[in-house]
């Protein structure tokens, strides 16, 4: 007991100082996208609503429960830095990342000593810390996504995963693809399909009621970042397919393949059918969306805890299966696993710069650092001396895409009665009541068809 | 922020906001709009903008601070035609 525990401290330990050195060395890393949520969350807090300045009601912001989540702090500490209090708020969403994705190991693996192998790839993994240091919603989003999944593999009748994965889809827009392919995959799954349906309405109906909410509130469909980024495609049809590939090439995640298919072949439970669809479903988005321009590969950190996880469950299987041999013949298989992990940890790791992506990824970092840092802070001091508050350098056009969209509804409605006036309901009384009814419209119709028959 | 002659034109400044091709084909930033900067003088830095005109806006060179100008220095102003 006392040698677990021993060996308990001194893995934690590692996994400190191994964090300690990827947050110091990512340094003061802020992104203006960042900014962009907070003010959201500062003029929610302010008691001026879910508004980025104003009078200006558009959702510029694609991370509803972080924007509230910053905005709540921001009202307990309103003179504080912005970004002191959501790295504050990062921290307890980062030890659950941990805490899950050992779970989620665990789940997967009967030996914890893989779990623990999990949690360093992760700690490892510069990407991650980079994305808790700017402080979108990446590591709230994937922190929730995982626990559910967790919860899940351990019990698939767990009543939390659904509330989780809801709440995950509230933390990030695109959490509705996690939400609805949970749904679909734990209902055909399931034996007791009618009880699973009536179980989870209560969530689907906060997350309906949720999104009928900022539909009324913002007047559009999808968030404004989905308008702005829908024109990606035309201009770089490729790019979803480039980033794939260069989040491969500078994470080394090939290596991580023959543990995971060996994991697929020898454990075919519906934990690793699930985990192996939701990987191939994220990828295939990924792509489809044109991935990203963040330099930390911020759309795949969502589906490293579970990588990870398969990896480490893979090796428990395969030194499982090799109980029966003498070392000599073990050794060969035990050198792979162990070159897999290492090869990821150190593709994973900024300490060792291995490939012109990494570099490129270091570099573009020190770039945004500058930018927010020395051109928008230095920027917005300037420009509150051009714009009071209440001021804007351009009159808003949604007032006018409101009438717009009024008035096109309107037009559609009036086009619907008229056409059921004057065509349906003509033949539906000539349906009931013989030929006594024959009207100009029921004539014309009749010409028309009579025209379109070969003669 | 740039140093002050960095752009030299109203079309220049356009170029450089994100995504302008598409946003002008909807606000048509090329003639609706002009370019403004704000000047710090002490470093010779610019910050540009664009703001939309509007018949109550002249756009007039200020000084709200020490140091600063805010100016518009592409637009084109009309000058009066007299005959010869």
């Given at each position: 007991?006392?040698?677990?525990?021993?060996w308990?401290?001194?893995?934690?330990?590692?996994?400190?100082?191994i964090?300690?050195?990827?947050?110091k060395?990512i340094?003061?890393?802020?992104?203006?996208?960042?900014?962009?949520t907070?003010s959201?969350?500062?003029?929610?807090?302010?008691?001026?609503?879910?508004v980025?300045?104003?009078?200006l009601?558009?959702?510029?912001?694609?991370?509803?429960?972080?924007?509230?989540?910053?905005?709540g702090?921001?009202k307990?500490?309103?003179?504080?830095?912005?970004?002191?209090l959501a790295?504050?708020?990062?921290?307890?969403f980062?030890?659950?990342?941990?805490g899950?994705?050992?779970?989620?190991?665990r789940s997967?693996?009967?030996l914890s000593?893989?779990s623990?192998?999990s949690?360093t790839?992760l700690?490892?993994?510069?990407?991650?810390?980079?994305?808790?240091?700017?402080?979108?919603e990446?590591?709230?989003?994937?922190?929730?996504?995982?626990?559910a999944?967790?919860l899940?593999?351990?019990?698939s009748?767990?009543?939390?995963t659904?509330?989780?994965?809801?709440?995950?889809a509230?933390?990030?827009?695109?959490g509705?693809?996690?939400l609805?392919?949970?749904c679909?995959?734990a209902?055909?799954?399931?034996n007791?399909?009618k009880?699973?349906i009536?179980?989870?309405?209560?969530?689907?109906?906060?997350?309906?009621?949720?999104f009928?909410?900022r539909?009324?509130?913002?007047g559009?469909?999808?968030?404004n970042t989905?308008?702005?980024?829908?024109?990606?495609?035309?201009?770089?049809?490729?790019r979803?397919?480039?980033?794939?590939?260069a989040?491969?090439?500078?994470?080394?995640?090939?290596?991580?393949l023959?543990?995971?298919?060996?994991?697929?072949?020898?454990?075919?439970?519906?934990?690793?059918v699930f985990?192996?669809?939701?990987?191939?479903?994220?990828i295939?988005?990924?792509i489809?969306?044109?991935?990203d321009?963040?330099?930390?590969?911020?759309?795949f950190i969502?589906?490293l805890?579970?990588?990870?996880?398969?990896?480490?469950?893979g090796?428990?299987?395969?030194?499982?299966?090799?109980?029966?041999?003498?070392?000599?013949?073990?050794?060969?298989?035990?050198?792979?696993?162990?070159?897999?992990f290492?090869?990821?940890?150190?593709?994973?790791?900024?300490?060792?710069?291995?490939?012109n992506?990494?570099?490129g990824?270091?570099?573009?970092?020190?770039?945004?650092k500058?930018?927010?840092?020395?051109?928008l802070?230095?920027?917005?001091?300037l420009?509150s001396?051009?714009?009071?508050p209440?001021?804007?350098l351009f009159?808003?056009?949604?007032?006018?895409?409101?009438?717009?969209?009024?008035l096109?509804?309107?037009?559609?409605?009036?086009?619907?009665?008229?056409k059921?006036?004057?065509?349906?309901?003509?033949?539906?009384?000539?349906?009931f009541?013989?030929?006594?009814?024959?009207?100009a419209?029921?004539?014309?119709?009749?010409?028309?068809?009579?025209?379109?028959?070969p003669? | 922020?740039?140093?002050?002659?960095k752009l030299?034109?109203?079309?220049?400044?356009?170029?450089?906001?994100?995504?302008?091709?598409?946003?002008?084909?909807y606000?048509?930033?090329?003639?609706?709009?002009?370019?403004?900067?704000?000047?710090?003088l002490?470093?010779?830095?610019?910050?540009?903008?664009?703001?939309k005109?509007?018949?109550e806006?002249?756009?007039?060179?200020?000084?709200?601070?020490?140091?600063?100008?805010?100016?518009?220095?592409?637009?084109?102003?009309k000058?009066?035609?007299?005959?010869?």
């Amino acid at each position: 007991m006392l040698k677990k525990n021993l060996w308990t401290i001194l893995f934690t330990f590692i996994l400190i100082v191994i964090s300690f050195y990827q947050i110091k060395s990512i340094g003061d890393f802020r992104l203006d996208d960042s900014y962009i949520t907070f003010s959201f969350s500062k003029n929610l807090s302010l008691g001026n609503g879910p508004v980025y300045s104003h009078d200006l009601k558009v959702e510029g912001y694609s991370n509803f429960l972080w924007m509230t989540l910053v905005a709540g702090a921001m009202k307990i500490a309103p003179q504080t830095d912005v970004y002191l209090l959501a790295r504050i708020l990062m921290l307890p969403f980062m030890l659950l990342l941990f805490g899950a994705t050992f779970k989620l190991t665990r789940s997967l693996s009967s030996l914890s000593f893989f779990s623990g192998i999990s949690l360093t790839l992760l700690a490892l993994s510069s990407d991650i810390f980079a994305a808790a240091v700017v402080c979108l919603e990446t590591i709230p989003y994937t922190a929730l996504l995982i626990l559910a999944f967790s919860l899940y593999f351990e019990d698939s009748k767990n009543r939390w995963t659904l509330p989780i994965l809801v709440a995950a889809a509230l933390m990030r827009i695109d959490g509705f693809i996690p939400l609805f392919f949970f749904c679909a995959f734990a209902w055909f799954h399931t034996n007791e399909k009618k009880k699973w349906i009536i179980r989870s309405i209560p969530s689907l109906l906060v997350y309906c009621l949720w999104f009928m909410w900022r539909w009324e509130y913002y007047g559009f469909l999808f968030p404004n970042t989905y308008y702005a980024k829908s024109q990606i495609h035309t201009i770089l049809p490729n790019r979803g397919y480039e980033y794939a590939v260069a989040s491969l090439k500078s994470t080394g995640f090939l290596a991580a393949l023959p543990l995971i298919i060996y994991m697929i072949i020898k454990n075919r439970n519906y934990k690793t059918v699930f985990s192996l669809l939701f990987i191939t479903l994220h990828i295939f988005y990924v792509i489809h969306v044109g991935g990203d321009w963040m330099p930390f590969e911020r759309f795949f950190i969502p589906i490293l805890p579970i990588i990870f996880s398969l990896m480490s469950a893979g090796a428990c299987e395969m030194i499982k299966s090799l109980r029966n041999f003498n070392w000599i013949q073990k050794s060969p298989f035990i050198a792979f696993s162990l070159m897999s992990f290492l090869f990821i940890g150190i593709f994973s790791c900024r300490f060792f710069i291995n490939t012109n992506e990494e570099k490129g990824k270091i570099d573009f970092i020190q770039l945004q650092k500058y930018h927010v840092q020395i051109n928008l802070v230095e920027t917005a001091k300037l420009f509150s001396l051009l714009i009071k508050p209440g001021e804007k350098l351009f009159p808003t056009m949604r007032v006018l895409l409101r009438i717009l969209q009024k008035l096109m509804l309107l037009i559609c409605g009036a086009c619907v009665i008229l056409k059921l006036l004057t065509e349906v309901l003509p033949l539906v009384f000539h349906l009931f009541m013989g030929s006594h009814v024959q009207s100009a419209t029921l004539k014309n119709n009749l010409s028309f068809s009579i025209q379109l028959t070969p003669s | 922020m740039k140093p002050v002659g960095k752009l030299s034109t109203h079309t220049e400044v356009i170029m450089n906001v994100w995504q302008s091709p598409q946003i002008s084909r909807y606000l048509d930033l090329q003639n609706n709009y002009v370019t403004g900067r704000i000047v710090n003088l002490k470093t010779q830095m610019a910050a540009y903008f664009l703001e939309k005109k509007r018949p109550e806006k002249k756009f007039l060179t200020t000084h709200p601070e020490k140091d600063i100008i805010i100016e518009y220095p592409f637009l084109i102003q009309k000058t009066p035609v007299h005959d010869s």
